[in-house]
């Protein structure tokens, strides 16, 4: 999978915190397309979510482990 360019990374991050129920910023449109195109965000109502390969690919990158934020 190609290296998320740091835009995309803080998207990701951001989608991670929308779906925890937190305020946001705007998402970049660009970005969130991108996102999009790699399965690591879908399009909704809302604008965009996090997808489980997301929320994974963002544990990966942090260290963390799994998360939650897929189901």
Known sequence: MDDLTPG???A???LA???AGDPVPF???ADARRL???GLAQRS???WDITPAGAARLARLS???PTDMGR
Do not use: P
């Open 8 to 10: 995309e990374l803080e």
């Open 12 to 14: 990701l991050q951001n």
């Open 17 to 19: 915190h929308k779906k």
């Open 27 to 29: 998402i970049n449109i």
């Open 36 to 38: 999009t195109e790699l």
């Open 45 to 47: 109502h809302e604008g």
């Open 63 to 65: 260290g963390s482990g």
